[in-house]
């Protein structure tokens, strides 16, 4: 049984990650089905789907629509993940705030309906995690929101870029709110106008909206 001294979720995604390294589940392959990770880790369907979205946002697990959840290759891990490890926030944010700006000035441009779309949704799951206090799919939905914007941008080679630095901001997360999602609900209203912004294809006003974001995320 897992001990109760931090939120279930949080120790699966630990037990999970750990049995992963230990190689009980092996890269390349699926994942065990939701029922059979609530039977290994004796806990609820919910925890155990929170837990996954982490691992998910977190580059330890890659969804695959239509097919399954799997377990990521260690050789699809690039020399430059070595080297974020060790970066401090700052540094992330810095290069982070770089590379978003681009991405968001060329979603202006270039996002389409269904992008658009697909943006839309996770601001919504976003707003319905802050609602119900699910600190880790309130991580998910907003990693995923800036992910399918870098996606709207329609450059492989800036989003492979920001992919990488998906992991180190959902650790921060984890660490930065450890008693709940105050940052994500006071945020939301800026992620909201980032998203219409982008929609109306307002360049100067998304910049300002997302340095905003960006300068206000460590608060």
Same mark, same amino acid.
């Given at each position: 049984?897992? #001990?109760?001294?931090?939120?279930?979720?949080? =120790?699966?995604?630990k037990?999970? !990650?750990?049995?992963?390294?230990?190689?009980?589940? %092996?890269?390349? *392959? !699926?994942? +065990?089905?939701?029922?059979?990770?609530?039977?290994?880790?004796?806990?609820?369907?919910?925890?155990?789907?929170?837990? &996954?979205?982490?691992?998910?946002?977190? $580059?330890?697990?890659?969804?695959?629509? $239509?097919?399954g959840?799997?377990?990521?290759?260690?050789?699809?891990?690039? /020399?430059?993940?070595?080297?974020?490890?060790?970066?401090?926030?700052?540094?992330?944010?810095d290069?982070?705030?770089?590379?978003?700006?681009?991405?968001?000035?060329?979603?202006?441009?270039?996002?389409?309906?269904?992008?658009?779309?697909?943006?839309?949704?996770?601001? =919504?799951?976003? #707003?319905?995690a &802050?609602?119900?206090?699910? #600190?880790? /799919?309130?991580?998910?939905?907003? &990693?995923?929101? *800036?992910?399918?914007?870098?996606?709207?941008?329609?450059?492989?080679?800036?989003y492979i %870029?920001? =992919?990488?630095?998906? *992991?180190?901001?959902?650790?921060?997360?984890?660490?930065?709110? +450890?008693?709940?999602?105050?940052?994500?609900?006071?945020?939301?209203?800026?992620?909201?106008?980032?998203?219409?912004?982008?929609?109306? #294809?307002?360049?100067?006003?998304?910049?300002?909206v997302?340095?905003? &974001?960006?300068?206000?995320?460590?608060?």
């Amino acid at each position: 049984m897992i #001990k109760q001294k931090e939120r279930l979720s949080d =120790q699966v995604y630990k037990r999970i !990650k750990s049995d992963i390294q230990q190689g009980l589940y %092996l890269a390349g *392959h !699926k994942i +065990p089905s939701e029922s059979e990770l609530m039977d290994i880790y004796k806990v609820g369907r919910s925890t155990v789907r929170e837990a &996954i979205n982490s691992l998910a946002s977190s $580059g330890i697990l890659v969804v695959k629509r $239509g097919d399954g959840t799997y377990i990521r290759r260690l050789s699809e891990e690039s /020399a430059i993940d070595e080297h974020l490890r060790t970066a401090n926030f700052e540094e992330v944010n810095d290069a982070r705030r770089l590379l978003e700006t681009e991405l968001v000035r060329r979603a202006c441009t270039y996002a389409t309906t269904p992008q658009l779309d697909e943006i839309a949704h996770y601001l =919504q799951l976003r #707003k319905e995690a &802050i609602l119900i206090e699910d #600190k880790s /799919a309130c991580i998910h939905a907003d &990693i995923q929101f *800036h992910l399918r914007i870098a996606s709207a941008a329609n450059h492989h080679v800036f989003y492979i %870029l920001y =992919q990488n630095f998906t *992991h180190l901001i959902s650790n921060f997360f984890q660490e930065r709110e +450890p008693r709940g999602i105050s940052y994500f609900a006071m945020s939301h209203h800026l992620h909201t106008q980032l998203f219409e912004a982008i929609k109306a #294809k307002d360049e100067q006003q998304a910049l300002h909206v997302l340095a905003h &974001i960006l300068t206000n995320n460590h608060s």
